[in-house]
């Protein structure tokens, strides 16, 4: 899951940089509106949180702007101004939600957890199950065979992306995009790395082996043919 922060102030924009990626996502800051605008419209991100005062475009422009061209990404406005207009402007442009500064980061966290469990189509899922390895998205865990396995946010993030897409081959190029950030390189072998680490993980002492490498392809997550 891909996060974009659109914030000015640099403390406020690192805080929430640091402690999204800690829960798990990836996340691209910006601390100007029209870098803001660009952002929205390239990139591929599956939640927007935009400061309202900002210098280019107000946060509020930012929003009309993306809706207008048909960007349907859920948006979580930071407001500084306690004002019921502001709220209601904010939400009758297509904001999902707003939270007025100062708030906590537990309760910024829980409102994009839960943002991006409604944005998702079909039944709200808590869990994805591959096999006997199921991922607890609520709770951040991961279990095969009932045994419960540590992985650190990166890995989360990458097993996360494989069993959303389980039985695709994802290219390393995706995987960067989806699980890095805007500016990796993915030339050097991060990927590789942290696959092979994933895999001990997950994939050892366990059967079947659940991630492949397709050769000049990329990984893929599913249960091997002849099992199914
Ligand atoms: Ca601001």
């Given at each position: ?154 890995e989360?993030g990458l097993l996360?992306l ?17 699980v ?14 942290a696959?092979?680490?994933l ?30």
């Amino acid at each position: 899951m891909k996060i974009l922060i659109v914030e000015d102030e640099p403390k406020a924009g690192d805080y929430l940089r640091q402690g999204l990626r800690e829960a798990g996502y990836v996340v691209d800051l910006v601390d100007n509106g029209t870098d803001g605008l660009h952002q929205g419209l390239e990139g591929d991100h599956d939640l927007l949180i935009l400061d309202v005062m900002l210098p280019g475009l107000n946060g509020w422009e930012i929003l009309k702007r993306l809706r207008s061209k048909g960007r349907e990404m859920p948006v979580l406005f930071l407001t500084a101004r306690d004002q019921v207009e502001d709220r209601v402007k904010g939400l009758e442009l297509g904001a999902d939600d707003y939270l007025v500064k100062p708030f906590s980061f537990a309760e910024l966290l829980a409102r994009v957890r839960i943002i991006l469990r409604r944005g998702r189509s079909g039944p709200e899922a808590t869990s994805i199950q591959v096999a006997d390895l199921e991922l607890d998205l609520l709770r951040r865990r991961v279990t095969r065979s009932g045994k419960r396995i540590d992985l650190t946010a990166k890995e989360f993030g990458l097993l996360e992306l494989l069993m959303r897409r389980q039985g695709e081959v994802l290219p390393r190029s995706l995987i960067a995009s989806q699980v890095w950030d805007v500016n990796f390189d993915s030339d050097t072998n991060v990927i590789e790395v942290a696959m092979r680490r994933l895999r001990a993980k997950i994939d050892e002492g366990f059967e079947p082996r659940l991630i492949q490498t397709v050769r000049g392809m990329g990984y893929v997550l599913e249960v091997p043919e002849a099992l199914r």
